[in-house]
């Protein structure tokens, strides 16, 4: 039922290659461990679901002194801001978040509007800047984590409740969506029902970081879909709910978050090792933030430095 034409795959790989032909000296020369700020978000606003297409970062939703649909574009080559289309109704924040994008769409799932968590799924196509609304989430939740593997985008945990850390109901429930059928499945659950985790995929897998469960937790997991299993992995050095995290390689970058506090941690995490190091703070301490890794960078867009607090911060990390 979607658009896999000879054309979207033509405009993906021109972006693609845009975004790398035009990195201009400047940009590939910033040493390795610096963040560099770059155009702030128009508005401040927490709670986004962020990723990106090639040279563009996309951060939709979220809450800025009300739950919002907006879409905002970022072109990383002009290092500027623009609109695209309003996403539907409901307007709201803390939809899944993570690795939300696939074959050139953004995936919003989910999140809280006007207090109460909604099962709603809409997918936004960047090339011809419209929306479309997908099969409802069988369990509402925000706070979740999202991420892809294959042709299936799995949404991990989350809370019944508005606010994070706030005693929940929290869910371990983990659901699958397959993008071709537009279908829902359940698979195995967390082992500890959390909200406000983040994930990421890689090398066929998913890794979980933190969230609340209760306290906040340090807790690290990985999902293998083959198996359909959960294991535990080397926790977190600083616990905390609400952050952010980018990959490069075989490194995972759990940045800031909350644990009492707006955080500015930058810790890392080694795959292949199964260990934690630590790499420069960012510049921002702050929760809720959404972020995208795309060439060799890991961008941070938004996000609140104290509970309700939203921020336009937007930087850069080079690994």
């Known amino acids: 039922m979607f658009d896999h034409s000879c054309t979207r795959r033509k405009w993906l790989l021109a972006l693609a290659a845009?975004?790398?032909a035009t990195f201009t000296a400047a940009q590939t020369a910033y040493a390795q461990g610096t963040w560099t700020t770059l155009a702030s978000v128009p508005t401040p606003t927490q709670g986004m679901t962020a990723d990106g297409v090639g040279k563009v970062n996309i951060g939709v939703y979220g809450s800025s002194g009300g739950d919002t649909n907006l879409t905002r574009l970022y072109?990383?080559?002009?290092d500027s801001w623009s609109?695209?289309?309003?996403g539907p109704a409901p307007a709201r924040s803390?939809?899944?978040?993570?690795?939300?994008?696939?074959?050139?769409?953004l995936y919003v799932i989910g999140g809280v509007s006007a207090g109460t968590a909604v099962p709603n799924v809409h997918r936004y196509d960047p090339v011809t800047d419209t929306w479309t609304a997908?099969?409802?989430m069988p369990t509402a939740r925000a706070g979740a984590a999202a991420a892809s593997v294959d042709n299936n985008i799995f949404v991990i945990g989350g809370r019944l409740s508005a606010d994070p850390c706030s005693g929940g109901p929290y869910v371990a429930t983990v659901e699958k969506y397959d993008i071709d059928a537009d279908t829902w499945t359940t698979v195995a659950s967390l082992s500890t029902a959390r909200s406000d985790l983040a994930a990421v995929a890689h090398g066929g897998k998913i890794y979980v970081f933190g969230g609340c469960a209760g306290p906040v937790t340090d807790e690290v997991d990985v999902y293998n879909p083959q198996t359909n299993?959960?294991?535990t992995l080397a926790a977190m050095p600083t616990p905390r709910a609400s952050l952010a995290v980018g990959h490069s390689g075989q490194n995972v970058y759990a940045l800031g978050g909350w644990n009492g506090a707006a955080l500015n941690v930058n810790e890392v995490y080694?795959?292949?090792g199964n260990s934690w190091s630590t790499n420069t703070p960012m510049p921002t301490a702050r929760l809720k933030a959404g972020t995208r890794s795309h060439g060799g960078r890991v961008y941070v867009i938004g996000g609140a430095t104290a509970l309700g607090v939203p921020t336009s911060a937007n930087e850069m990390f080079k690994p």
């Open 18 to 20: 845009g975004a790398l």
């Open 75 to 78: 072109n990383i080559t002009a």
């Open 83 to 86: 609109s695209g289309t309003a």
């Open 94 to 105: 803390e939809a899944a978040y993570g690795d939300t994008t696939h074959g050139g769409f």
């Open 134 to 136: 997908l099969a409802s």
């Open 229 to 231: 299993t959960w294991t």
């Open 270 to 272: 080694d795959i292949a």
